[in-house]
Structures are given as C-alpha cells and as structure tokens.
C-alpha cells in the first residue's frame, strides 16, 4: 500500500536545480507539445533531426519537480541517437535513468515519452524522414 | 546541494511544539506517568488534577467552561464528533445539514458519507475573496435542518469567515452551529460566547502545541454520542485512556496563546503585510487569493500565471523555505489515488482559473518568523519566478501573444 | 503523613515511558516537528521516513508487514476499528458476531450498541481461571457469524487465551478473528502469523510507550472501513494529522520490548513467583484470582475474604504502594454513574462471590520493579491486612461463628 | 458534570489511617447494622446511651476509606451529645465535618445516617429512652 512517494532521487533534484537542454529550438524539425495546466504538467519537446539522428533536443516544461526533471532527462537520452533508438526509449527509462520516481510521479514520465512520440508524430507529419529511410 | 537556511513558513500544516510547552509535558511521560482511571492512587490522582487543570486552560482560551470541553485525538476526530455526532443524539431534529465548499476534507467527506446515508447536504458557495455570505447560509435553511457547520478560518486561502452572523441566523432558527477552529483557535480570538456558536472544533498543534491532541468544544445543553464506545472517559463522549502528556502541552499551548496572543498577531501582521506587498511590488504575474484584510495574520497565498505550484514550492525548498502548495493537510499524495493530484477544492471554488490552478502558494508564518526572514523570501523570489518563467512553454506562448489566460 | 517510598505496581492501566523511548520522541515536538502530508518540503520528508521507521519496528514487534499496521490514538480506538470496521466493510458477512464476557469496556459496550443496531452477539463464559474454552466459540459459531474478539491476557486477572486455537477453529470456519492484544503486546511474545489472528489491538502505553497512540494489526487481503472522515492518512483508515512523537515513541518501544522481551520475563516472572508465595504463606484469607500458570508474568492478583477492596489499596498507597482495585481502565469513577460502583464483570465471571467482590486487588510488576520491592510489600502486607480485618464487621461475626462466606 | 472525585481530604485521610473509636462496646444499648458488602459498604454502630445520652460510641466498618472515615466521624460528633441532639445530625453534617467527601462517596455519608437511624430505632426497640422521656 504504501509507496515512498517522497523525497525525489537525487538525480531527479540534480536535474529539477539544473535542467539539461532547457530552451526551444528555433529551427526545430519536431515539436511534440503534450499534456496541459489543468493537469498539473505540459511538456513541449524541440528536436532538431538530421539523418535519422537527433542532432539537438530542447524543452519547456510548466509542471512539478518530476516534469522538469524527466523533461530533462529526455533530452539528455535523445541527444546523438538515431530515431531508431529514440523510439525504444520508454517511459521506464526515463524513470530509471533518473533513479526513479515516487508511484505518484510515474504520470510525468508518460508524459515524457508522450511527448517523444508526438515530436516524432510530427517530424512524420513534416514528411521528415521520408527520402532518408 | 541545499542551503543551509531553514525558514519555515508552512505554520497551517502545523506548528512546532513551543519549548515552554514541551517542558511542561515532559514529566507526564517517565514519572507522573499516572492513568487518571487509577482516581486511588497518587499517580492517578496527580494525573487527574493535571487533566482538569489542563482542561481548564483550553476551556479559557476560548471563553468556554470547563465542562465543555471533550480532548479528542485530533481536529479531524473534533469535526466528525460535532457533525456525527450531534446528528446520532438527535435523529429527530431533521436529515438536513449546511456546509460550504472551502471545509477541511474531515468535513467535505464526512457529508459525502451522510449523503449516502440519506441525508441532505447543502453546500453554501463563496465568493471570489473566499467568504461566505451570512444570507446564503440564512436562504439555505429549511425546517428540516438539523446542524450547520462551516469553518472559521480556511488554512489554503486563510480567509475569516463571519461566523458571529451566521451563528446568529442559526440560533434564531434554532440550528446548531459547529465551526471549525482548527487553525484560528490559538491564532487569532475566538470566544464561543461573542461568537454564539454551540460547537467548535480546536487543534492543538495548529498553535504550538503537540500532534496527537485537541478538542472540541460543545455547548452545555446540546447532547452529542461518541463516536465509538469504551471505558467512559471525557464524560463517555470519548474514551479511551487520556493522551496525558498531549493534554497537558495542549493546557499549556492554550495559556501562552492567551497571553500573547496581542503580541503575536502584532507582529505577524507586520510580517504578513511586508511579504504582501514585496510580493505584489515584484512579481508581476502575481495574484494573492483570500480576502485581503480578513484573514490569518501572517497568512499569504497566491497563485503566480505560467508558473506550476509544486515546481514552485521545490526550488524555493531548495533554498531553505518551506511553505505549502494548496492545502498541506488536506492533500496527501502517499496514497496512490490520482485523484490526490486533482486541483483543489478551494481554489477552484474561489474561481482561480482551474486549468491552471496548481500554481498556488501558501505561505503562513509563525510566532517565531522574523523580518529578516520574510526579506530573504523576498530577496530570491524574483530569481525563482524567472527561471520557472523561462521553461514554462505557457509563458513562452504569452511572449508570443498568445497568452493562454486570456483565452 | 505518607511514606515517602513510590512503588508502583499497576503496570496493566499503563506504565511509564522508558526514558530511552522518551528521547528518541524529543526531536519529533519542537525540532522535526512536520506533517508527513506536507511530503515536498524537508520537515515533511523527515516527518514521512521516521512515520515509515516507526510502523516497521511495530510490524516487526508483532511479526506483521509494515502495510498491515494502521497507527490510532488509543486501544479502545483500536478496538473499535477492528470490530465496527469489519463489520461496516462486510456487511453481506452476517450480523453475529461473538466476544466473551470478560472483554473490555471497549468491546463490551460496542458489543451492545451492536446488539440495538440489530446484531446477535453470543458472549463466551470463561471458567473459574478466567480461561475461555476453544470448543465453546467453534460450538458458538453460526452461519452467519461474521467475526470473533477475544481477548489476549486481561488486565483484572492476568488470564491468557488460548487465541491461537481459537484463531486456528476461526480460520477452518472462514470467520475474521480478531484478538485485543492491548496490554500483551510488548510484554509476552506475540505473533500474528503463529497465532493466526486476522486482527490485533496493540497499545504503547501498556509496553513503555506514550499514551495517546496505538495501533490495529489488520492481515492483507480483509478489508475494513474507518470511524470517521478526513484525509486520507493512514491509507484512508485513519484520518488526522499523525501524532508523530507519539508515533515515535511506539516505534521505539516496540524496538526495545522485542529486544528485551526475554529478559523482562524472567525478571518479572521472577518477582510475580516471589509474591505469590510470599502472600500465599502469610495472608491466611487470600483467594488468588486468574490463572496460576497461563497469566502475564509479574501479574498477580487476589481478594481476601472480609476487607474490602479499596480501603486496602487506600492503606496500600499510603505506604507507597501503587496497584489496582478491578480494573483501573475499566472503572472510571469520575462519572455520576453510581453503577461505576458495581462488581467487577470479570471477577463476577471467574465466580467470585457477588455479594464480597469489591475485595479484589491487582499487582502488575513492570520491569524497573526489583525484589526488594516486592519483599517490601510482603512486609508491610500482614499488618494492613490485620488492621482491615479488626475493622471488619464481616470478620467479626466470622470469629463469632458466624461466617459470611459459609452461609 | 466533573465533580472532583478524588483525592480525599486530608481529614478523611486522616480518619481513615487513624480511626477514632473503631471496636465494639460489649454492653451498648443501641446496634446499627446497615448496609451489605454487595454495595460495597457495611457499617455496625455500637452506641451506650444513659439518661438521653451518648455515652459512648464505636464502630466496625467494612468499605472503603469514606466509609470508614465517615463511621469514625460520625462516632466523634455523637459521643457525648444528646439523644435529641444526635437526631439533628444529617449525612450532610458529618460530610462536613470531614471537608466533604467526593460526589462518588456521598453514599457513604448516607450509610452513616442510616446507621445512625438504625441505632437510634434498635434503642427505642429495646424500650430505652420510655422512661426517661
Ligand atoms: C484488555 C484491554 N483492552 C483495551 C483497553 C483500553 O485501552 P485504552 O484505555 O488505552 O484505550 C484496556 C485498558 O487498559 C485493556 O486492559
Ligand atoms: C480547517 C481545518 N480543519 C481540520 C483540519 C484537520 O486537522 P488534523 O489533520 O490535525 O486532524 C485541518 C488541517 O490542518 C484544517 O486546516
């Protein structure tokens, strides 16, 4: 019954203090906006892709300590992987690359990688990718 | 990684124990140790005495008599002894029951409950200030109606409701009125005879004294049932052997509220005006919640645009303030309900904008905050407000003209 | 006047706090004094990990799982969450339930509120030593019997159940059994998984813990509902802000008692022997009462034929001697309630002659008590007894002939 | 509703630990036997009365200590005063005399008066006080 939902790990509080990649790419190719206020938490993810790679990724995010901090881990994973490997990135692995989240923080890191996919969603959309593959 | 500076502003969740209280519960724990029950031999007699003295000490803070006064184990068990438990001792007296939509969740669910049971629950609304209005409570009232309960102070928003008017709609109608004292008793004057109510709800560590105690007042005449049976303590409405060391911090937190009670709403109305209006001077996006002159001393809370509440809470954590997002007391995010997480019931109902509604702050000083203190707060509040402004992608849409909260 | 030596021999009303449980709650008060509901703020934190710390070392005390140990502010509280929570979560299990005549006030009279709301309750006899016979509750079990509380050890006499048979017949009839361990645990071994009880009543006061907290062992998978609204703190079973150096305190006591248990008993299994025979030799009327062997150790309780039971505590006191008369939790004469006067329940059930019964007297030795103390009473007993018997009316006429008891 | 019921007053206490006139007079003129263990209390007054007076007064009590402070007390204000005299005194005067007595142990007063009564019947029973009347 009862998960330990607080503190934060220190990694989540080292990437809440000092969020990695914050700030919007002004010629981004993918934008994944998801979530919203009401909610507690919206993330809007930048990525800047060339060649089936993530070249640049950046993020702001309107939420709670785990928002910003899975926000930012986000980044930091997509950073140099192909869009191969970014889509295998899961939820859990922002969760565990953080050391973790309280049970009732796990929602931010869905939202995490919800908005990796609707940023890859859109690059589609863009017909990005579509000579190279 | 976190300073070192510790302030706490976070005074409605609760207080610490005042040293002058903790010495006086010291010796009921390993020597007077006594069970009142044991009435024969001196360590019950001594822990009788103390009982009574203490008794005496929480019936005077709130110009009550003595015998009025039932200790209870919290606030929490307070508010459902009044509403339950005048509802079981007086079935006859209608299936009808006024609260409003800022109570404690003690409160809010314990109606839920009687709703399933068949009763009626009208919910009086408040306005944008967070107060009710005396004439809502007067139209609400119908023949049937049995008890009304509405709290004193609400520890979100820090709003003071009139409760000497609607006491007065409430006698003249003969209802019985329960308040919830539990973070204005010791904070601020509460006096059951000026304020005409039959029932109040008192809080022991929402005013220096220990967790684990507090108690309700009821008015001599009105019968209430206990909420579960035993031995017959504090005249068979609660039993259980007595929390003595608990009691005695609750008598002796009672006596230094009295006292003191002048200067400590002094100061902390400095304090709270101070923080105000730096607040107001420096953070442009800024909107304080509750009614600005009737509310807590020392009670400031607002809600920043673009800016997410607990994000808030956290980097100002870091830098050694402690103060509370939405209602610390009433949220409790162990349990894995994600409901837990929904917007709260009180700012929605002061009509703060619910899709943005966890922006909310609260800051409530104590006796013991200093100005330099409140200073510091507002010294790094700018620096806070801007970096949380520059991730917000909200904020980042209003640069752009497309300000959501105007939408 | 009095004597100033301080022997305190009433133990099973409550015990003091042992000064190293006492130390480790004094940062809870005025130091680490936050709300584990204010989790995002460091005071909370602190509040949240010690509230953990404490609910695995009671857990442990009792050999349950952290999640199975709900914290309540006091047995008789317990109680009522074992007995009123099942039942109101189960309400499809049947509306028979069965306790035994020598339960506690807080079963007792919950017992019979059940019994006007519309449940049967069958109330098990126990004999002469105050033990209930496992057979009678498998013969009293119905197919609508939706639990069983029985006692473990009781305060007045000391008798120990035989809950684990009486657990093992509940178990094969797929009934809830729960068992009100309040002043066993802690102070003999008890084990939920060796027992095989579904609930258990623990309560810290009565092992060296502060008074104002306790708790209710509920085994996973059973489902019960709480006694009042709020939110949400312990798992939504028990609303109010925790009363955490209580809580503490409990937690500690629990650690001590587990790892001090076998050298407590045979300490005070020691002086309880000592007493015995010392008062078996010398007081010529004596009729001990409870069970010789199967009672909690350093427990030792007994009338003696024409005296009167409080006049010889009263004597007993004024030489320093603290112990009980009946049950000291039970009794409350602090009531108007003449009835408060009446026998005892649990030493009418033993058989006890009615019509002599204020005559019992209760000696619970705790584990700071030493042999001299013991011998101390031994030596002073005779002469307090003498001096009640050439008072006596009832001996007077027994040395005319005309004995009382014999008629 | 709290009427303090203990600690008792010092002179209860004091008659309790010192009974005055505790015993028997082998030849009184007047028993009161009232009360019953079951109640919890049982008074003998033993009174030798001569020409309308108490001459001496002694008691056997089994109860607790009010009712043996009261059977002391009640013993103290009757040696020596008159029949009619003895008559006038209530429970309530040898309550009193003690520094009262908590809500719980009026009873025990009670029994002294009843006790008192009881002699007081026995002596005229016997036909004592006819004549001297
Ligand atoms: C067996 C038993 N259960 C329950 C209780 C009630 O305990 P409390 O008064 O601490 O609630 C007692 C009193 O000591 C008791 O002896
Ligand atoms: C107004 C009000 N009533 C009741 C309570 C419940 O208090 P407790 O959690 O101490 O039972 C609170 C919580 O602080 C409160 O703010």
Known sequence: MTEKAFPYSDKVMDHFMNPRNMGEITDANAIGDVGNPACGDMMRLYLKIEDDKIVDAKFKTFGCGAAIATSSMLTELLKGISLEEARAISNKAVAEALDGLPAVKIHCSVMAEEALAAALKDYENRGGGNGSN | ?407
Not at chain 2, 56 to 79: D, G, H, Q, Y
Not at chain 2, 374 to 401: F, H, N, Q, T, W
């Open chain 2, 1 to 407: 990684m976190a300073d070192d500076r510790k302030i706490y502003f976070d005074h409605q969740a609760t207080t610490p124990v005042d040293y002058r209280v903790l010495e006086a519960m010291i010796p009921y724990f390993s020597e007077r140790f006594g069970n009142p029950s044991s009435h024969i031999h001196k360590e019950g007699v001594r822990a009788n005495q103390a009982l009574d003295f203490a008794r005496e000490r929480v019936a005077e803070l709130v110009n009550a008599k003595s015998e009025e006064i039932i200790f209870t184990s919290c606030a929490t068990e307070s508010n459902n002894l009044a509403v339950r438990g005048f509802l079981k001792a007086n079935a006859k007296k209608g299936r009808h029951i006024i609260i409003s939509e800022i109570e404690h969740y003690s409160i809010l669910n314990l109606a839920m409950k009687l709703k399933q049971e068949g009763y009626d629950v009208t919910t009086i609304k408040v306005d944008r200030r967070g107060l009710i209005d005396p004439q809502a409570v007067s139209g609400a009232i119908r023949d049937d109606t049995a008890m009304i309960s509405i709290n004193l102070a609400n520890s979100e928003i820090g709003t003071i409701q009139p409760i000497k008017e609607i006491a007065a709609i409430a006698r003249e109608r003969g209802i019985f009125m329960h308040t919830d004292g539990a973070i204005a008793v010791g904070n601020i004057p509460v006096d059951v005879e000026s304020l005409g109510v039959d029932a109040l709800t008192m809080s022991a560590h929402n005013y220096y004294g220990p967790k684990g105690v507090a108690a309700l007042y009821v008015r001599k005449g009105n019968a209430i049932s206990p909420l579960f049976e035993g031995g017959f303590q504090e005249y068979g409405l609660r039993s259980g052997t007595e929390n003595m060391p608990g009691i005695v911090g609750m008598g002796a937190a009672s006596a230094l509220a009295l006292d003191e009670m002048p200067a400590r709403i002094e100061h902390l109305t400095k304090l709270g005006k101070m923080l105000w209006k730096g607040l107001e001077e420096e953070i442009e996006y800024i909107n304080f919640t509750g009614h600005p002159e009737k509310r807590l001393p020392g009670h400031v809370s607002f809600w920043i645009k673009y800016i997410e509440g607990e994000s808030l809470l956290l980097m100002l954590n870091i830098k050694g303030v402690m103060a509370a997002s939405g209602s610390a007391c009433s949220s409790n995010l162990r349990g894995e309900d994600e409901e837990d997480l929904a917007a709260s019931h009180v700012l929605t109902a002061i009509g703060v904008p619910v899709e943005f509604c966890s922006g909310s702050l609260t800051i409530s000083m104590g006796k013991d905050n200093t100005e330099e203190e409140v200073l510091y707060l507002l010294d790094i509040m700018p620096e806070v407000v801007e970096k949380l402004l520059m991730m917000s992608p909200l904020y980042a849409d209003k640069l752009r003209g497309k300000d959501p909260y105007s939408l």
